[in-house]
């Protein structure tokens, strides 16, 4: 059973940075993407960022450009979103997830369906 653990959330002050950790029990070898997705209350789950796996191409939604980053260590099968310059709109559950064997071009666009298993979610808290 495959298996996702989110890490690194908290409460921040606007400005302020957080480092997300996903703890995967998939093989990160193999070409998949890697995402991050967050769901503000009230609103649907939208994707932030992802990561192709085989080849480590990554791809972010436009708020988060310039502030956030995302990258895979496959020795120790974990993926990690480094958040800066954060604001309330960046407040939510982080959820990490993982597609099964795709093309890294099925990354891009950060489509929840593509991604077939998904962590818990850690909170992630901006105050303004």
């Known amino acids: 059973q495959v298996q996702l653990v989110e890490s690194g959330g908290g409460s921040v002050q606007a400005g302020g940075s957080l480092r997300l950790s996903c703890a995967a029990s998939?093989?990160?070898?193999?070409?998949?993407?890697m995402g991050w997705f967050r769901q503000a209350p009230g609103k649907e789950r939208e994707g932030v960022a992802s990561?192709?796996?085989?080849?480590?191409?990554?791809y972010y939604v436009d708020s988060v450009k310039g502030r956030f980053t995302i990258s895979l260590d496959k020795d120790k099968n974990a993926v990690y979103l480094e958040m800066s310059s954060l604001n309330a709109e960046d407040t939510g559950m982080y959820y990490c997830?993982?597609?099964?064997?795709?093309?890294?071009?099925?990354?891009?666009?950060?489509?929840?369906?593509?991604?077939?298993?998904w962590g818990q979610g850690t909170q992630v808290t901006v105050s303004s």
């Open positions: 998939v093989y990160t070898y193999s070409g998949r993407c």
């Open positions: 997830a993982a597609s099964g064997a795709m093309p890294s071009v099925m990354c891009e666009d950060l489509t929840l369906s593509r991604y077939n298993v």
């Open positions: 990561i192709y796996t085989r080849h480590g191409s990554t």
